[in-house]
């Protein structure tokens, strides 16, 4: 590195980006050459490079790159207003003289700087303004292949055959999902019940394909008050419903839409889509609130009939859980407040059915960012779960982490229970 580099990192005038990987030749050719490429090529790179949405600002004065290890760097100083985005709205934005850090997508780590971003939310989406763990690798090395699911457990230890498949699958917008084709996934997937979470859409503007979904007449929606475009979601099954209800009984949790619960003859399916702790853990005190509410309804439940509970529950609840659970002590989604809110479910009865068949399997995600290529590299967290009443345990026959399944930023999960009669 330069000497000059330590009187950016102290003067905090300075932005360093890792955007090697994704240099075009003209900008690898200049590094190479020992030349420095010119603005021009600086946005040229913004313009035709996935992963650079755009490069502007009122006062670039001056900019260099430089190259450590692997990773190339370009350096922007005295760029008081100055704005770096990515697609979804990851970006940064400087304000002279003190750099400021917008969080919206990704974790993004500056090693030369001694800086890295702090998780402000789930390891996610800049639609959710949630932490991402996307950011290159040390080495490919360190990533894993993506998880493949074994041969389905169609019967029960004791040999009695499923009777009922419920599918769960966050869609990160169900007007989008459709268009990629998450509804011919669905029609060969072939469930009985099907929870969709984060629909991002009320049933006035749901897509008209969905009416073309014929083997899951019974649909149901929940959307949040006055928010179209946030959070939501869906039930949809074979058979009806004996009711359905929407929340959990507290208007402070119920406005946002994420509660739908289906009574059946002999058990409730529950699909939720738990709040996120936010930026900066801003939601973490009403993530607690909500841990707790949750439970007291899903206990009252239980106290009636069995209870499936599926959806993305926003926590991955072990180091197994996530790729990467030493640097995101302090992500929205992987706290120790998030994580025993999750524990303190299972202590109260309930089974995590993908661990208690698959209880030391690694690297079995089923959410990644969309930074960094994270999915194809499988840096990703568990966040979707079936959380089964523990007198459910001898019904369970598989619970699937369908991880080839494209259309989210998540994958969709699927549940094999053999029910008596």
């Known amino acids: 590195m330069p000497a000059s580099l330590p009187a950016c990192r102290s ?8 955007i090697g990987v994704f240099a075009p030749l003209p900008v690898r050719a200049s590094l190479t050459s020992g030349v420095l490429p010119t603005l021009a090529d600086i946005l040229s ?8 949405a755009s490069i502007s600002g009122p006062a670039l004065r001056h900019f ?31 304000s002279h ?14 090693p030369a700087l001694g800086l890295t971003r702090k998780a402000g939310g789930m390891p996610k989406r800049s639609k959710k303004g949630e932490d991402g763990d996307g950011a290159a690798p040390k080495s490919r090395r360190e990533d894993s ?5 074994p041969p389905v457990r169609e019967e029960t230890a004791e040999g009695r055959p499923y009777n009922l498949k419920v599918t769960s699958w966050n869609v990160d917008g169900i007007r989008a999902w459709v268009k990629k084709g998450g509804l011919k996934w669905i029609e060969a997937e072939a469930p009985d019940v099907l929870c969709l979470q984060e629909t991002k859409c009320g049933a006035e503007g749901l897509p008209a394909e969905l009416n073309q979904l014929q083997l899951l007449p019974h649909k149901f929606w929940g959307s949040a008050v006055g928010r179209p475009g946030y959070s939501g979601v869906g039930l949809l099954s074979r058979t009806e419903p004996l009711r359905v209800t929407h929340g959990i009984g507290i208007d402070e949790h119920d406005a946002e839409g994420r509660v739908l619960t289906a009574e059946f003859p002999s058990f409730y399916i529950v699909s939720a889509y738990v709040p996120n702790s936010g930026r900066g853990l801003n939601r973490l005190p009403y993530r607690q609130r909500w ?7 899903l206990l009252a439940l239980d106290t009636q009939k069995p209870v499936v509970l599926c959806g993305d529950l926003n926590v991955a609840h072990q180091e197994i859980d ?42 079995a995600y089923t959410f990644w960012t969309y930074m960094g290529a994270a999915r194809e590299r499988n840096v990703g967290w568990r966040l979707d779960y079936f959380l089964l009443s523990g007198r459910l345990r001898g019904a369970l026959c598989d619970s699937k982490i369908r991880s080839a399944a494209m259309g989210s930023d998540h994958c969709p999960i ?6 008596e009669a």
Do not use: I, W
């Open 11 to 18: 003067s905090f005038h300075s932005l360093l980006l890792p």
């Open 322 to 363: 996530l790729k990467n659970p030493k640097s995101n002590r302090r992500s929205a989604g992987f706290t120790q407040e998030e994580r025993d809110g999750f524990g303190a479910l299972l202590d109260a009865g309930f089974l995590d059915s993908f661990r208690v068949l698959y209880p030391t399997v690694p690297h």
């Open 291 to 297: 841990d707790r509410a949750f439970r007291d309804f």
């Open 414 to 419: 699927t549940l094999y229970l053999a029910l």
């Open 145 to 149: 292949a993506l998880y493949e699911d």
């Open 97 to 110: 003289p003190v750099l400021s850090l917008r969080h919206f997508r990704s974790s993004t780590a500056f």
């Open 64 to 94: 260099r790159f430089l190259c450590s290890s692997r990773r190339l760097f370009v350096v922007f100083s005295g760029a008081s207003g100055f704005r770096f985005t990515l697609p979804g709205g990851f970006g940064f934005v400087t």
């Open 45 to 52: 790179f913004g313009a035709r490079v996935p992963g650079c």
